[in-house]
Each structure stands twice: as structure tokens, then as C-alpha cells.
């Protein structure tokens, strides 16, 4: 059975605003564009197909329709777990065909201004697809939540889902893992920033 992607009573995104559903990988927090999901399944039996690269799991019957399915946990080189009842498949479409994503968890719809979007840390000598278009949350919490304790929101990296069908390449795995990385380092630079002008939110 689908799960439905909406925001009840959500307005309809306009050019300054965005809606993004966000999911889990490997601990990790991402997000892609909520206009490219076009449902969230529950995992289905998959069909092997020959000397497909490591991280495409076969293809589904979906509705009649043939759907590849990636491992985006194996296409990010993390390593391999068994899927638990929080795994879900988002199907999602890249150039006009539906395409399955494996992620260990599906989230929430967050929805934002794209000036909250910042662009992803570029890494010198970064190799292979670039899989991220950009980076948000991590920002000091303000109002009651910073007055719980909360430090930041969530940081989530924005899915390039076209760079996940790209070849692969030697240490673009690697690479991604990095940008990550650096994404998250920001984020905390920029709450210990917070922390030494004194704003809310902020650690002590």
C-alpha cells in the first residue's frame, strides 16, 4: 500500500518555497524534491538483473510497470544491512521514468524557503557524480525548543537523484562520504559561531 507524501493542508509550493521529503540512510539525514516522489511503498520482491552495476537491486512489477530498484546505501559504499520494518522503497521519477530508491527509513515533508537551501561543500579533487545539490538545516534552534536544550535542527543533504544512475567511478563513494562530512562540520561550526555571540539555541 502507498503512503501518501502530502502535507495536510500544506499551501502549494510557490518559486520562493520548497517541499522536500527527507529520509534516512546509514544515520545520515537527505532530502529530495517532494514533486519528483511519486509514492512510498513498502519493499517489494525484487527480479536480479545480469551484470547490472553492484548497487542496482534488480527491478519490481509495479502496477504493471518495470521498475529498476538502487540500493542507495550501496551506491554511497556504506555497507550492506538487512532491511527492518522501517524500510521503505521511494519511487520517485528521474527523465520521465519511475525509478526505485532503497532507504532505510522515510521521514518527514519539510517545507521551506529555498533561500534556506545552501549550496553543498565543494571538495577539492572530489571524483565521480556530484549526488548532492545542496545542504540544509543544521541552524540554531530558536523559541521554545532552544529553551529545552535543543541545539540545531536537522542536517540534511539535498539528493542528486540523476548522479545516482551515472557510471560509477573510482572513489566517488569515498567522496560523498566526505561531503557529508564537511556538510556536518559546517553545521557545527556555525552553532559553535552561535555559541561565542551568545544567540538562543546555541550550545553553552
Given at each position: 500500500?502507498?503512503?501518501?507524501?502530502?502535507t495536510p493542508?500544506?499551501?502549494?509550493?510557490?518559486?520562493?518555497?520548497?517541499?522536500?521529503?527527507?529520509?534516512?540512510?546509514?544515520?545520515?539525514?537527505?532530502?529530495?524534491?517532494?514533486?519528483?516522489v511519486r509514492e512510498i511503498i513498502q519493499p517489494l520482491p525484487v527480479t536480479p538483473v545480469p551484470r547490472a552495476p553492484a548497487f542496482v537491486e534488480g527491478v519490481v512489477r509495479l502496477r504493471?510497470?518495470?521498475?529498476?530498484?538502487?540500493?542507495?546505501?550501496?551506491?554511497?559504499?556504506?555497507?550492506?544491512?538487512p532491511p527492518t520494518r522501517k524500510s521503505k522503497y521511494l519511487i520517485v521519477t528521474v527523465a520521465g521514468r519511475r525509478?526505485?530508491?532503497v532507504v532505510d527509513e522515510v521521514c518527514e515533508v519539510l517545507r521551506l524557503s529555498r533561500a534556506d537551501i545552501r549550496p553543498a561543500p565543494d571538495l577539492v579533487g572530489q571524483r565521480g557524480p556530484r549526488f548532492f545539490l545542496g545542504v540544509c538545516g543544521g541552524d540554531p534552534v530558536q523559541g521554545p525548543a532552544a529553551r529545552r536544550g535543543a541545539g540545531t535542527t536537522r542536517l540534511r543533504l539535498l539528493l542528486?537523484?540523476?548522479?545516482?544512475l551515472d557510471p560509477s567511478q573510482p572513489g566517488e563513494a569515498e567522496a560523498a562520504?566526505?561531503?557529508?562530512?564537511?556538510?556536518?562540520?559546517?553545521?557545527?561550526?556555525?552553532?559553535?559561531?552561535?555559541?561565542?555571540?551568545?544567540?538562543?539555541?546555541?550550545?553553552?
Open positions: 500500500m502507498a503512503a501518501p507524501v502530502t493542508g500544506a499551501a502549494p509550493s510557490d518559486g520562493s518555497r520548497v517541499q522536500l521529503c527527507t529520509f534516512r540512510i546509514g544515520g545520515e539525514d537527505y532530502a529530495l524534491d517532494i514533486m519528483r504493471g510497470e518495470v521498475v529498476p530498484v538502487v540500493d542507495v546505501r550501496k551506491r554511497f559504499g556504506l555497507p550492506a544491512t525509478l526505485g530508491l542528486n537523484v540523476k548522479a545516482l562520504r566526505a561531503l557529508a562530512e564537511a556538510s556536518r562540520a559546517q553545521a557545527e561550526a556555525a552553532l559553535a559561531a552561535a555559541a561565542a555571540r551568545g544567540e538562543p539555541g546555541s550550545r553553552p
